[in-house]
Every structure is written in structure tokens, then in C-alpha cells.
Nanobody, 126 residues
Framework: QVQLVESGGGLVQAGTSLRLSCAASGRTFSDYTMAWFRRAPGKEREWVAAIRWRDDATYYADDVRGRFTVSRDNAKLTAYLQLNSLKPEDTAVYYC???????????????????WGQGTQVTVSS
């Protein structure tokens, strides 16, 4: 069993930055992909970014590429999502998710991930 705990959300002004963390526990992650999703008010959950643990390969949704950066710290079993140049439309609950042995063609598909954190709220004011 894998446990994921997100932190780092908050209320910020547009144009500023936040760093979200996703602390994992329960097993080793050498063959895992960890992803970030978000759900904005009144919208469906959408994929944001992902990182493959074994080689640091990263993947981004088009509307965050260049503003958001996903990374990981193997020693801490923690994944990070750096959010820069935040916009009001980035307001959402952000979730991390994990799955082992995931083909890169499927990193954006939420149904592929069996493990999820509880979410952390990010609110961006204009």
C-alpha cells in the first residue's frame, strides 16, 4: 500500500509562486510514475504534470509547460510541483497520484493511478 500526502497549497496573488510537495510512503519508488492533477471549481479533474522516478523523465500539460516544474527527491520520497507565474485560472485543488510501471503514453490518464493523496488547495487572486 502506498500513502501520499500533499502540502504547500495556499492563497497567493497572481504572478507569484508556490511549491507543492507530495510525500510518499509504503514502498520503494524506483519503478513508479508520480503525477499531479488538479480540479478547479465546477470542472473535472485534469492532468497537470508527471515524473518518472527511475530516470527523471518529465511530462507536462500544454497550459502549464514553461510555468510549472515537476521534480523529485529520492532520499525523501517526495515529489514537488513548482508553480510559477500563477494565474487565477490555476485555482484548484491539486492532487498527486502514483502508479508503478506506467507507460509514458498513459501518464495523463487519471484512471491509471491507484494511489492518490487527499489534495491541497491553491487559490490565486487577481
Amino acid at each position: 500500500q502506498v500513502q501520499l500526502v500533499e502540502s504547500g497549497g495556499g492563497l497567493v496573488q497572481a504572478g507569484t509562486s508556490l511549491r507543492l510537495s507530495c510525500a510518499a510512503s509504503g514502498r520503494t519508488f524506483s519503478d513508479y510514475t508520480m503525477a499531479w492533477f488538479r480540479r478547479a471549481p465546477g470542472k473535472e479533474r485534469e492532468w497537470v504534470a508527471a515524473i518518472r522516478w527511475r530516470d527523471d523523465a518529465t511530462y507536462y500539460a500544454d497550459d502549464v509547460r514553461g510555468r510549472f516544474t515537476v521534480s523529485r527527491d529520492n532520499a525523501k520520497l517526495t515529489a514537488y510541483l513548482q508553480l510559477n507565474s500563477l494565474k487565477p485560472e490555476d485555482t484548484a485543488v491539486y492532487y498527486c497520484a502514483a502508479r508503478s510501471l506506467l507507460d509514458s503514453d498513459f501518464v495523463q490518464h487519471e484512471f491509471k493511478y491507484p494511489y492518490w493523496g487527499q489534495g491541497t488547495q491553491v487559490t490565486v487572486s487577481s
